[in-house]
């Protein structure tokens, strides 16, 4: 099958190179041009069109999408073949102007072939075997005609890695005669320079930035490219975060550790170029020596800032950096909390400081936000310690394997503290946490305020409600669980957060809570919530709604009968604002399908739809304060429930998981 794209590119080719200038003598004629240019561009435009459309379709199976867009890639050499193919394109000014329109056409052809067989996507490695995508035996004589027209580029003779270079130019300042920066600069980028056009091997750091990295090192020094045209910079900039050889002459050889390269391009690897014979070990970082635990590394950082001598906390924290970068690079497990954030994590405790990086490249950014909640071994360089207890890296990036490095035997205890639990964690599992006869009362205060949708458009609604559970004992603790207090921990909880726990005393018509700090606070606007009696039956419908800042409105509805059978229906909506229009004389534009609406105009831009419903029904059954719900799939959720006044069968409010829920025939 020639796809409609492949003529119609095809087309646009020829006549788009025929309209250009002359071209040199030997040079490919502009069918011929057309010819290899389509035979490249189509498989390699249109298998990640396809993979684009799968993902809009079946956004759950975008990795296995790349998955086979990168197998195709790799069996068909297609990024050798991509680069050669921008060289040769960028020699034809208005045929590279006009590629997006080359694109929106394999876009198009693309979103239709999906949407007739969407259950393509879920077979993409079988419909990349097809011959339309078939470039591996096509590709010798477009290649031959490609690099024809992108013309031929020098070779270099010998390979450097970016430690090699590192030392190499560490030598040279070492040995530069006496005199300023300026003279001394231009001294060794002169005696550098000499070694003519080189290839230096790396990872690109970031858009234009090479540094050679191994499993636990790196170079000391960093290669930044000045580029030999656009082109080379735009394929350099695809690289990022992956291993890469470039070529070009050493122009500055700077003593902040950075050398430049003039004239740099991308090669397709390092074949027939000679290694040079340099041993690379003194350009890079020294190995990391210690895996130090969070709680270790900020064990060591507060007590330099207690010994170290300073006026203040800059000071002190200037000699703590100063001490603690004797370690060199180090390396430090711990759990990923936040985007940038490590935290050691037991099973009941966690480090009382935090370890915040700055990352090597953008790479090592995306992967440290994609391990999130999973414990990682980073290493990194101390930049700076702080007295309210974080510890700061440069250059961070995670390390796939620490076992080769020797572990800190430095005391961790004193900087670790109890870790509030999870709501699995003190789940005792059905009627095994505190019994029904020991809990006094279970108490429940709500607040809301209306306030205006930042989103724009409407109100939002700030639910503000908290519960505490009182037990018989005379202590009462702050619950923020969904299941009931039949269900809970309590020792563990006493044991991890006794500072959520307090004592009651009821002398009259208010309980009266002494924190565990000290002070004593009537709750005379909590509402004690009533238990059920075993197998109570009701017969309403109660719904919760809420509106968030974000425009996302929330709604879920309960159906309890008298027959123990329950219907649970969750829905939603979303609406945004902005004032960004198309301006007074700007006209509106629209498109909706899908449950997604947008539109812009001169008033704005607005943008709404219906969020995914959930239904689920079953049975129920009500004891105490617990509610069982038994879907017909055979899933159990147990949730914490009471009614405060009013009849008991048929309440105008039920508290269900800590929320309230209004009767919905009164809605």
């Known amino acids: 099958m020639r796809t409609l794209a492949h003529l119609v590119i095809g087309a646009s080719l020829a006549a788009t190179l025929a309209a250009g200038t002359a071209h040199a003598a030997g040079s490919p004629d502009p069918k011929a041009a057309a010819q290899a240019i389509t035979t490249v561009y189509v498989p390699i435009g249109l298998t990640r069109a396809v993979a684009a459309s799968c993902d809009k379709v079946d956004a759950a199976g975008a990795a296995a999408h790349a998955a086979a867009l990168d197998a195709w890639r790799r069996a068909n050499d297609a990024d050798r073949l991509e680069r050669l193919l921008e060289r040769a394109m960028a020699g034809f000014g208005t045929l590279d102007q006009n590629r997006s329109k080359l694109d929106g056409a394999l876009t198009a052809q693309a979103d239709a072939l999906i949407q007739k067989t969407p259950l393509l996507c879920a077979a993409l490695p079988a419909l990349f075997g097809d011959k339309t995508f078939a470039l591996a035996d096509k590709a010798p004589a477009a290649r031959a005609v490609l690099e024809a027209m992108a013309g031929t580029m020098p070779q270099p003779k010998t390979l450097y890695t970016a430690g090699q270079l590192s030392a190499l130019a560490a030598e040279g300042w070492r040995q530069a005669p006496p005199g300023d920066d300026t003279d001394r600069t231009d001294w060794v980028s002169k005696v550098l320079g000499r070694t003519g056009l080189i290839a230096v091997s790396g990872r690109a750091i970031d858009s234009d930035t090479i540094q050679q990295w191994t499993a636990d090192r790196q170079s000391l020094w960093s ?210 946490g505190v019994p029904a006869d020991q809990i006094e009362a279970v108490l429940f205060r709500e607040q809301f305020q209306i306030g205006i949708n930042p989103m724009g458009g409407g109100t939002y609604t700030d639910r503000n409600e908290e519960s505490y559970l009182l037990l018989k004992d005379g202590t009462g603790y702050r619950y923020d669980f969904a299941y009931p207090p039949t ?103 629209g498109v909706s399908g899908g449950g997604f609406g947008a ?69």
């Open 223 to 432: 290669v930044r490219c000045d580029f030999a045209d656009d082109t080379e910079e735009r394929l350099f900039r695809q690289q990022e975060g992956r291993d890469v050889v470039v070529s070009g002459h050493i122009d500055r050889v700077y003593d902040f550790e950075l050398v430049t390269l003039d004239g740099c391009r991308l090669l397709d690897g390092a074949d027939g170029i000679a290694k040079a014979n340099l041993p690379d070990d003194a350009g890079l970082t020294p190995k990391p020596k210690t895996l130090f635990s969070v709680g270790q590394l900020s064990a060591l950082g507060a007590g330099l800032l207690q010994r170290v001598p300073g006026k203040d906390d800059d000071e002190k924290s200037e000699a703590a950096v100063a001490a603690m970068q004797q370690l060199g690079p180090v390396a430090v497990a711990g759990r990923v909390i936040g985007s940038d954030d490590l935290q050691q994590w037991l099973p009941e405790q966690r480090s009382i400081w935090t370890v915040s990086c700055d990352f090597a490249d953008k790479t090592e950014e995306a992967r440290f936000e994609q391990a999130r909640g999973r414990d990682v071994t980073i290493l990194g360089q101390v930049s700076r310690v702080y007295a309210f207890k974080v510890i700061k890296l440069s250059g961070c990036r995670q390390l796939a394997d620490a076992g080769g490095i020797a572990r800190s035997d430095l005391p961790e205890t004193d900087l670790l503290e109890y870790r509030p639990p999870s709501a699995e964690e003190v789940y005792a599992g059905a009627d095994k």
């Open 487 to 589: 269900d809970l921990d309590a020792a563990q909880v006493r044991r991890r957060a006794p500072q959520d726990w307090s004592r009651w005393e009821h002398p009259d018509d208010t309980y009266v809570m002494t924190a565990a700090a000290g002070p004593k606070a009537d709750l005379p606007s909590f509402t004690v919530l009533k238990p059920f009696p075993a197998d109570a039956r009701l017969d309403h419908s109660y719904y919760y709604l809420n509106v968030s800042q974000g425009g996302v409105t929330t709604r879920i509805t309960y159906v309890f009968r008298p027959d123990g059978t329950f219907e649970r229906h969750q829905s939603g909506s979303f609406f945004m604002h902005s004032l960004a229009g198309t301006g007074p004389d700007g006209g509106s534009v």
């Open 599 to 667: 539109v812009m105009n001169e008033n704005g831009f607005s943008v709404g739809g219906a969020t995914k419903s959930h239904d689920s029904a079953g049975r129920y059954r009500l004891d105490g304060y617990a509610l069982q719900l038994t879907a017909e799939d055979g899933t159990v959720t147990r949730l914490r429930i009471g009614v405060a006044v009013g009849d008991a069968a048929a309440p105008d409010t039920l508290n269900i998981g800590g929320t309230s829920y209004w009767d919905a025939a009164k809605e």
